[in-house]
């Protein structure tokens, strides 16, 4: 699934932007949708705003006929559930720290793709889990780690994107482990470190991590294998009217019930982790992500030496 996936993003992304502090994007505004039966009221909106951050294959601002639009996954389904809410949705493409503070300060309604984490509930309503993710280390093609357990990465130098969930899953393990932790602001900086044998390893999403590589060109580095899973979704500010968080929740109901949530993440090559109503389990039978203080779906710890 990794190769296609990865394949499918050098397909379809050949003019994406790279660079994580690309300036604010919008996408063009979804038109009301006509009423259909059963369809929650329009909720008192003008139109919301969605923000996010550039890591592909989830999220990216992509570029064509003098135009550019922030495109992913996640994107089609809020549009899709936009429509059939029948308000328009704007996308915002911005670093991740400034985006979580628009949402924290109400100038933007919702955040994506972002993980369920107890920290930011204070803030944040999040949606039911959209796709379970996995995180875990890359390497240079001469290292034969195979991850396991923490203590195969102790005293090595970690790259990490940061701050983030990411660097917040590393420091965790760090407590476990000796290891040097190095925090990049950009995300691709600790692949090319990596690739130049200036750090032992980058802590990175599986999906993330392989997309960079391919877009950056880079021949020497591999994964070695996951630490933990977590799952993504979309979140909405606390100073958001609830009865708009619950239309869109709606609308994200009805998508996953016609099967359109799953056949959207098909086509990036992930898999649905949306809830079915009747028991709370995912569509594979499985429960979501666990919701407790340390990573979701985290590895046994295993004891230093």
Avoid at 5 to 26: N, W
Avoid at 103 to 131: D, K, Q
Avoid at 181 to 210: M, P, T, W, Y
Wanted: glycine share 10%; with cysteine.
């Amino acid at each position: 699934m990794a190769a296609c996936l990865v394949a499918c993003l050098l397909l379809t992304l050949p003019v994406m932007s790279l660079a994580a502090q690309a300036g604010p994007a919008q996408a063009a505004p979804v038109q009301p949708a006509p009423a259909r039966a059963g369809q929650a009221a329009r909720p008192a909106a003008s139109g919301l705003v969605f923000v996010t951050q550039q890591y592909p294959p989830f999220n990216y601002l992509e570029r064509g006929d003098g135009s550019e639009r922030v495109a992913g996954p996640v994107a089609e389904i809020i549009t899709m559930a936009c429509a059939r809410m029948g308000v328009d949705c704007t996308f915002r493409l911005l670093p991740w720290a400034r985006a979580q503070q628009e949402v924290r300060t109400g100038t933007a309604n919702g955040i994506f793709t972002i993980g369920h984490v107890p920290g930011r509930e204070a803030w944040l309503h999040f949606c039911p889990p959209l796709v379970r993710v996995e995180y875990g280390f890359f390497v240079r093609m001469e290292n034969p780690l195979r991850y396991v357990t923490p203590r195969d990465v102790a005293g090595y130098r970690v790259g990490v994107y940061g701050p983030s969930l990411t660097a917040d899953i590393l420091d965790q393990l760090a407590r476990q482990v000796p290891m040097t932790v190095d925090i990049a602001s950009e995300n691709d900086a600790g692949f090319l470190k990596l690739a130049q044998g200036r750090i032992d390893a980058v802590f990175s999403n599986r999906e993330n991590g392989l997309a960079t590589i391919a877009l950056l060109r880079i021949a020497n580095l591999r994964y070695a294998g996951w630490h933990n899973r977590v799952d993504y979704t979309v979140a909405f500010s606390r100073r958001t009217a609830p009865e708009v968080v619950e239309a869109f929740e709606a609308a994200l109901r009805a998508l996953h019930g016609e099967g359109e949530l799953q056949r959207c993440l098909a086509r990036y090559g992930l898999h649905s982790t949306y809830p079915d109503a009747r028991d709370g389990k995912d569509r594979d039978g499985t429960r979501g992500a666990p919701r407790g203080e340390g990573p979701a779906d985290a590895r046994p710890a295993a004891t230093p030496g």
